[in-house]
């Protein structure tokens, strides 16, 4: 320290004394507190982890280079959910000015982890005409890392389809719902069920098929009204006599022997062997609409 010089003021006594400046002073600077905020944490999609993205500020004095570096941010748990808080660990300072100034090493924000998608797709189904609707069953896509459907999946996945026992052959949605998910949004997407005829029916079918492409070339054919008696058919002359079919005789249908009549669900004819029996009409009514 140099220059100490003594001011005289109204006394006049200034000039008795001598001064000199002191040697050996010390003092200290003390470092500054920075701190540092978590000024902005990244919202994002459920990933199985806690890793967060966030964005760090602090106070330094205008001019000081400083670098600050931190050992990561994360969530509290890696569970979705919104305002959830965010913690930086580990901030350390680095830069030349980095000695001037002690800093805090935690710092906590808040952000949210949104859903991930999940979908649940209703699997095809068949079954046959007449029969109860089978066990449906659905496929899941969107399960990330380890996770499981027993541990992410809550609820009883419920089934539903207008189709039921006695639904004619044809294709019907099968819809799902009743599940859910904290870390997953599920998306359903319906399947199909598929009743296909019965076995009798299609045996009928294919009997019709074979009376209508082989009995008129064959001529093996019975007036209807002759099985509606209940008379025994052996062969082609037990039935082909003297009397041929009358104008507004009911129709004749293939047969072997003897009757054995069946009704079939959406179908008016009767099974007479490999053969069928078209009911009676009066008029110009074709085979086709019966």
Known sequence: MTGTTLVDT???LASNYTVSNPTGLTASITPASLLVR????????YDTTTNASVTLGDNRIAGDVLTISNSGASFAHKNAGANKTVTVNG?????????NYIVNTTATTTASITQAALGVKVDNAEKDQGRANPAFTASYTGLLGGDTLANEVSGNLA????ATTGSPAGSYVVSAAGQASTNYALTYTPGVLTVNPTEALQSAVASVISAVNLAPSQGNMVQAEVVAKGETVTSKEDVVQSNQPQQGSAPVVQTTASVNSNVLPGLRLSVVDTGLRLPMETGN????SQ
């Open 10 to 12: 109204s006394t006049g």
């Open 285 to 288: 009514t074709s085979i086709e």
């Open 38 to 45: 978590a000024t902005n944490a990244a919202s994002r999609v």
């Open 159 to 162: 089934f539903s389809t207008p």
């Open 91 to 99: 901030i350390a300072l680095g830069g030349a000015d980095a000695d």
